[in-house]
């Protein structure tokens, strides 16, 4: 029979190097094995603590500072984890806090006013709450949200300033609020807002004179700097609207002047220069507008005459503001009629002159003459223009159409109507 | 022994060799550590992206959640809140909450400056900077505009919503609740973000103090099936209800002399609903009581499903509020989940579901149970047992369930008769022997009863491919008469005998008999072959040489 001789496994019967590769593969498995188990065995140590609470249920004291929120428990015999569950207003906030005898408390840092329902949960005891922060005295600088930079001071809806007085922890403290409102006339007024749905906000009370309105927020506790309104004059509510130059020859070289001076607003208050002046002339041929800023307390507007005699009406405009009318007029530049001659028929050429002004001058070379050929019933059916020259137009007609009936001339405010001449006739004998 | 040989050269030679297997075991070491490492950061990586896809998939579908925010009057205000501003406000303000929910779900911080500054973004990141995540989700926001400034930017309002907060592995109670708060925006970057908040009033949804007086006579006097259509049971019903089978089968309910009906609803909702209220408009027709059960194959007790959940009631309401409804049972034996979905997220979950139904409909509520959850009966009005188990065993469950003082419903008992069903076979007699026990039993303890079922299934799928499932009905699939019609119709059988108990066994002994006559037939063919192969053997062998 053959007999197995077994060794017994020691150290003593391997090799040092074997030994070695055996302590490391050994250290190798030791320190694997120790990952998984770390892991594994972590819960349950955490859980033999939550289970274990012996003693009387200990007292839970609950401290609400600057820092946040601290939770006490006395008395414990043992160590123990708490593990807290905080409703805050942001969703749940989860944290676990080691407990000892001599340290059983711990803090939070959550810091938000209002109610927070809490759950404290300690071995087998569990405590359940609404803890409520306060929120503390309001910090310097409150600061004041103006909702506009300016105002007119005749709007009946004045902007309003809005304050927020929050405490060190961004909480709204709705305790006293006072806004001191210094008007551009000097006089102060006093306002305490109510704070709710977090916010504090008033309508700025009227001022009559428009300037800088100062407004100042202050608590108990706190004070904030300086918002400034500009306070700027309403609408033009009246005015001194004048012709300065009412009447001019028609020559379309000649200028009326119109001015609007010392605009106010309806509180008297005076109109900023810049602001816009609308000018406009409607009817009798004269439509047009034009706009002009304010400048020193007046706008003024020098405007060509109408190239025809007769009497024209403009008004001012800024805003609701509507001028009453200035009336201009547009004189003609002769009281004789002016000369015409026509020099042939074919083609029809008509010589004009010489015309003078008022003055006894002739007008501009180059100053218009406007002729409309007109139908039997008065309608204009072509138009043609021609200069003067030394005082003098010899106008050359294109072949007309049949229907030609009449003409009129306009030049220097004058209106001369002709009827075309027969063409059968032979006018040699009158040409010059 | 080689005369170059030195015995310093072979320890030298040794040592190295030593170092280069130390160095080697280093190595190894090192590179196990390693590959642990990458393979952990793998996983986590793999998490991560888990984590994200279910938030973004718990947060996308809750942008088109119908009733998740309405205006209220607005109170006087420098300036009228624009319609188009309105809808800039709502949709900034819902993003933001989506955001949180997106953050407690990852830890993902950095979408929260998008919708949050000053004083509430601090609250923000604090909150969900917890070491430890937990769901939170809100619904049902009410919004009353408190004051809009006069340059549209500052914003304030009251808002008056739900929210459920909750551990991720549903082992603790989850908190729901009703929280009113103020909240401040402000304009920023094109945005309207959370400033300032604070939380006015935060409680936990409590139960209306609702009394039924007639309850328990109701109760009592129950006589019911749970109904399952034969055309299309179980989840086929609804997209494929046919008025005209609910017709044909409420009025055999009333010709069999029941009184009640349950009926199933599941969550997701189904296609057809809207058909209910026919069906119940049907089994008022015939005087039927209606038990509706809600959550139907419901089985995850989410937090993040609670919106839809209350969408979907929302929707039903007022269905449920149909004088046939009699008792609303929430949901069916939410006890089977208390160990896959967590016995305290069960208990949270549907006791504020309990408080809402009741709330909203004004009728009791139930849950179906296997056996009575002692939280869970605290907040139902009618105690509802569910039993498959032996007659005798229904009594000491009665007696137990007394202790909540409340009105008991024997809400699901059954007994099939399919003979071929090994190793237990029933017969019709039996079933109707044991109909007869059960009933005699619940009517000494004054309980009132609902059947399972109205009638054996043949088509469609039953729930875990269990085919005794289809054998349970009172009536055969074709609508003839078992013999425990016979008991609903007050006549007395007879309790099965040896005979019968015998014969019920009957497949089972042919079978047997069978296996038996096979194994003869194997033995006397198989032993002839053995002969027959030994001879062949004989025949083939060959003679040896010389």
């Not at chain 1, 005295?137 to 300016?150: G, I, N, R, W």
């Not at chain 1, 006093?190 to 407004?215: D, F, H, N």
């Not at chain 2, 009394?211 to 109701?218: D, K, N, R, S």
């Not at chain 2, 017709?247 to 002399?257: K, M, P």
């Amino acid at each position: 029979m053959r007999f197995i001789a077994i060794r017994p496994l020691s150290l003593r019967n391997l090799s040092w190097r074997k030994r070695i590769i055996l302590s490391l593969l050994g250290l190798e498995l030791m320190v694997l094995a120790g990952l998984f188990l770390y892991h594994q065995f972590k819960p349950a140590e955490q859980l033999l603590a939550a289970a274990s609470l012996p003693g009387p249920k200990p007292e839970l004291t609950i401290e609400i500072d600057d820092e946040g929120v601290q939770f006490s428990l006395n008395p414990l015999s043992t160590e123990v984890t708490a593990r807290l569950v905080l409703s805050t207003v942001a969703g749940p906030y989860v944290s676990e806090h080691l407990l000892n005898a001599e340290g059983s408390s711990f803090s939070v840092p959550y810091l938000r006013a209002g109610k927070t329902p809490y759950s404290l949960e300690l071995g087998q005891a569990t405590f359940t709450g609404t803890l409520e922060r306060i929120p503390g005295p309001a910090v310097t600088p409150l600061e004041p949200l103006l909702t506009a930079k300016s105002a007119r001071v005749t709007n009946n809806e004045t902007p309003a300033v809005i304050v927020q007085p929050l405490d060190k922890n961004q909480n709204v403290n709705t305790n006293l609020l006072t806004l001191r409102v210094v008007n551009p006339d000097q006089t102060i007024t006093e306002t305490r807002p109510k704070v709710a749905s977090l916010y504090s906000w008033s309508y700025l009370p009227p001022s009559r004179t428009a300037g800088k309105q100062y407004i100042i927020a202050e608590t108990p506790s706190a004070r904030g700097e300086r918002a400034e309104l500009d306070l700027l004059p309403g609408e033009v509510a009246r005015a001194d609207f004048q012709a300065v130059v009412a009447s001019a020859p028609a020559s379309g070289r000649d200028t009326w002047n119109i001015r609007l001076n010392l605009p106010r607003d309806k509180q008297v208050n005076r109109i900023i220069d810049g602001s816009s002046i609308l000018f406009y002339g409607k009817g009798n041929g004269l439509d047009f507008f034009a706009t002009r800023p304010l400048n020193q307390g007046e706008s003024n507007l020098i405007l060509p005459t109408y190239p025809q005699a007769g009497q024209f009406a403009i008004r001012s405009q800024s805003g609701s503001y509507v001028s009453d009318t200035v009336k201009l007029t547009a004189l003609a530049l002769s009281n004789k009629e002016i000369a015409h001659h026509w020099l042939s028929l074919q083609p029809l050429t008509l010589e004009l002159g010489p015309v003078f002004d008022t003055y006894g001058a002739i007008p501009d070379t180059g100053s218009e003459v406007k002729i409309d050929i007109l139908d039997e019933q008065g309608t204009v059916i072509s138009q043609l223009i021609n200069p003067l020259e030394a005082g003098k137009a010899i106008i050359v007609f294109p072949p007309l159409p049949q229907e030609a009936s009449s003409l009129e001339f306009r030049m220097a405010g004058e209106l001369i109507h002709l009827n075309l001449p027969d063409l059968s006739a032979e006018l040699d004998s009158e040409a010059p | 022994m080689s005369p170059d040989f030195h015995p310093e050269d072979s320890k030298t030679e040794r040592r190295l060799k030593s170092l280069i297997w130390l160095a080697f075991a280093v190595i190894g070491l090192a590179a196990t550590l390693f590959g642990l490492l990458g393979l952990s950061n793998l996983y986590a990586y793999f998490q991560k992206a888990r984590v994200v896809d279910t938030a973004i998939n718990v947060v996308s579908p809750r942008k088109t959640e119908t009733g998740r925010l309405i205006w209220l009057q607005d109170q006087p205000t420098p300036r009228v809140l624009e319609p188009f501003m309105r809808d800039q406000i709502t949709n900034d303000y819902r993003r933001a909450f989506e955001e949180l929910t997106y953050s407690f779900l990852t830890g993902d911080q950095k979408g929260l400056k998008t919708y949050y500054i000053d004083a509430a973004l601090d609250d923000a990141l604090l909150a969900s900077s917890s070491p430890e995540k937990q769901t939170f989700i809100d619904w049902d926001h009410h919004l009353s505009l408190d004051f809009y400034s006069p340059d549209g930017s500052v914003l304030a309002f009251e808002d008056s919503y739900q929210y459920a907060q909750g551990s991720r592995d549903h082992q603790e109670r989850p908190r729901i609740a009703q929280r009113i708060q103020d909240v401040v925006l402000k304009q920023d970057e094109g945005l309207w973000k959370i400033a300032q908040w604070r939380v006015k009033s935060d409680y936990e949804v409590s139960q209306p103090e609702l009394l039924f007086p007639q309850l328990e006579e109701t109760v009592r006097q129950m006589r019911g099936v749970n109904y399952i259509a034969r055309s299309s049971p179980f989840n086929e019903l609804w997209p494929n209800l046919s008025l005209t089978e609910i017709n044909a089968d409420f009025a055999t309910l009333e010709r069999l002399g029941f009184n009640t009906v349950r009926i199933f609803i599941p969550y997701p909702e189904p296609e057809g609903l809207d058909k209910l209220t026919n069906v119940l408009d049907i089994a008022e027709l015939y005087n039927l009581k209606v038990i509706p059960t809600l959550l139907d194959t419901y089985t995850c007790y989410c937090l993040e499903d609670l919106p839809n959940i209350i969408a979907q009631f929302s929707k039903l309401y007022e269905l449920l509020s149909h004088p046939a409804v009699v008792l609303i049972d929430l949901k069916n034996e939410a006890d089977r989940d208390f160990e896959t979905a967590g016995i305290e997220q069960v208990r949270g979950f549907l006791a504020y579901l309990i408080s809402t139904l009741k709330r909203e409909t004004g009728k009791p509520i139930t849950v179906g149970l296997i056996e009575p959850d002692p939280v869970l009966s605290e907040q139902i009005d009618v105690i509802s047992l569910h039993h498959y188990l032996s007659p005798e065993a229904l009594t000491p469950r009665l007696e137990a369930a007394e202790v909540y003082n409340k009105p008991i419903l024997l809400e699901e008992f059954g007994f099939h008769s399919w003979n071929l069903k090994l190793p237990d076979p029933h017969t019709e007699q039996e079933q109707a022997w044991y109909y007869q026990t059960m009933l005699k039993l619940s009517e000494a303890k004054q309980t009132g009863w609902l059947a399972w079922t109205l009638y054996d299934l043949q088509k469609g799928d039953m729930p875990g491919s269990r085919d005794v499932e289809r054998h349970l009905g009172i009536l055969k699939s074709d609508g003839q008469s078992k013999e425990v019609v016979k008991v609903l119709q007050g006549e007395k059988v007879l309790a099965p005998s040896l005979k019968d108990k015998v014969w019920k066994f009957r497949y089972l002994i042919a079978l047997m008999g069978l296996t038996l006559l096979a194994a003869t037939l194997f033995i006397y063919i198989f032993k002839p072959l053995k002969k027959l192969k030994k001879l062949l053997s004989q025949v083939t062998r060959k003679e040896p040489k010389g």
